[in-house]
C-alpha cells in the first residue's frame, strides 16, 4: 500500500488540516458526557438551576463547535481524496501508456480496466475514510475508555476487560477479509474481460446466432462475482454482531455492578451515566469498525493490483532530448536477426537479413503465420529482436529514443483502428497540429479525398466507436491517410490495402511511389508486389527468396507457384 499512498504526499498540509479538525470534532465529543455527568450530579440531583444552565451552555457550545469542525473535515477529507485519486488514476495511466508490448500483454485489457477505475475508486474511498472516521473510531474507542477510567476506574475496568479479546478477532477478520477480496477483484476482472470481449464481437454473435449461448456465460460468470462477493461479505457480517455482544455484555456488567456501588456509595449517578455514555460511544465506534475493516480489506487487495502496475519492471523508453534532431535518413537493415516473443519456445524469426536503402519500396511475402508482421514489428521497436540487430536510420534500433524513432515511422497496422472523433480528428492523430490542407492532401493521396468530400459533414463527420459507420476499404484508406499526415521516413503497411478494388489500389500505388519514403508493404497479391522494387518472400519465419519479380521467378519455386496461382484465378475473374 505503501507505493499507491505516496501519491498522497502532496496533500501533506490538507491531510494535517483535515485530520486537525477530525481531532477536534472527536476531543468535544469526548467531554461530552462529562459535561452531561456534571448537570446530573452537580445540577439536578444538588438542585443547583444556575449550575443546570452554566453546563447546558458549555453543552451546546460544544455540539456547535463539534458540528463545524465536522463540516470542515469532510470538505479537505474529500478535496484529498479525490485529488489523491486522481493523480494515482493518470500515474497508473501514463505507466500503462509506457509499457512494452511484451509487458502489455501480460496484463488482460480487462484487468488494466478494473484496476484503473474500481480499484482506485476503492483505495480512493478508504482515504475518504481514513480522514474522516477510519482513525476517528478507534481514537473515539480509547479516548472513551480514558475518560471512563478518570470518571470512575473501578466501573471502566468492566469495559477494558473486553477490550484485547476483541482487538484479536478484528485482526484475524482483516486477514481474512483481504484474502477474500482480492478473489472478488478477480472475479471482476474476468466478467469485464467478457463484457469487453463480447461487445467487440457483437456482429459475430448475432451472425452465429450465440447470443442466448453468451448470456448463459454472463450468467455464469456474473453468478460466481455474486458468490464470491456474498461469501466475502458473509466474514464481514459477524464481525458487527460479535463487537456489539462483547460491549453489550461489558456494559451490563457495568450497570450491574455500577447499580450496587451506588448504593455503597463508591460511585454516583451521574458518573455511572457518563460509563454508560462513553460504552455507547465505544459501541457505536466498533459497530463502524466493520464497515473500516470491509472497506480496508478491499483497498489493501486493490492496492496490491495497483501497484502491479506501478512497480512492473519494465524497459523504460529512452526519452533524451538530444535524440529529437534524429537522422532521417531511411535505411532499414536487418543484419542475423531472430525473434521469439516473449514467453514463448520457439522463435517466429529466424536469421533474418536484408538491407533497404532510403526509398526503396520493399514487397513482404509469405503464407499466414510465416512471421510477416512479427517482422515489421521491430522496425519501430514494438519488440527487440532475441538475436541479431535491426539498423534504423544507420543506427542500432536499440540506440534511437523511442520517441525519437517513432516520429519518423508511418504504422497501417493489419486492422483499421479509428477512433471516436471526425475524420479530421482521426487523421491530426499523429501530428496534432497538421493544417486542413495537410489532412486534405495526404486524404487524396490515399484516395479517400473525394469519398469524404461527399459525406454531409465532409471531414467533420463523426467517426462511430471503432468507424462502425465506414465500411472496410474507407477504413483502411484513413488509416493511410492518418499515417502519411506525418511525413515518415519509413512506412509500414501491414496488408493494409486488402479491401480496396484494383482501381483504387492501382492510383494509392502511384501517390505511394511518389513518397519521399523506404516502404516495407505486406501483401498477398503478385499484382501490388510488382510494384516494389524487391520482394522478400517468408517461410516458416525465414527468407525463402529475395530479390525482384524477375529474380525470384527464376530463383523461387514457390513465388513461382504463387504468381502462377493469381494469374490463373485472374484469368478466371474475367472468364
Ligand atoms: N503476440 C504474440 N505472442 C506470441 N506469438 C505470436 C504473437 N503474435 C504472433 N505470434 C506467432 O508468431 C507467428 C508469426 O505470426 P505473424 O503475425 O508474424 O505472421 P504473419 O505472417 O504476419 O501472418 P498473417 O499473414 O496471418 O498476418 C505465428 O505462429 C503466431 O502464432
Redesign the pocket.
Known sequence: MKTVFSYAKPYKGLIIIALFFMLLELTVELFQPLVISKIIDDGILAGSQERIIQYGIVLVAMSGIAFVAGIINSYYAAHVSQSFSFDLRKAVYGRIQSFS?ATF?KFPASGLITRLTSDVTMVQQVLFMGLRIMLRAPLLVVGSMVMALVVNAKLALYLVIVFPFLLIFLYIMVKKGVSHFSFVQLRLDRLNRMIQENLQAVRLIKAYLRGKYESGRFSEVAGSLKMDTVKALRVMEIILPILLLGMNLSLLAVIWFGASEIRQGGAQIGELVAIINYAMRMTGAFSMFSFIIMAYARAKASSERIEEVLVTDDVREKEEAGEELAIRRGEVVFENVSFA????ESP?LKNISFKMKPNEKLAIM??????????L?LIPRFYDATEGTVYIHGRDVKNWSLRALRKTIGVVP?QSLLFTGTISDNLSWGKEQAKQEELAGAAAKAQIHGTVERFPKGYATRVGQKGVNLSGGQKQRLSIARALVRKPSILIL??STSALDVKTEAALWQELERENATMLV?T?KIRTALKADRILL?EE?RISAYGTHQQLMKTSELYRQIALSQQEEEVDEYV
Not at 516473443?341 to 514463448?344: D, E, I, K, T, V
Open positions: 508490448l500483454n516473443y516473449p514467453g514463448a517466429v509469405g503464407a499466414t503465420g510465416s512471421g510477416k508482421s512479427s517482422l514489428q493489419q501491414d496488408d505486406v498477398q517468408m519465419g
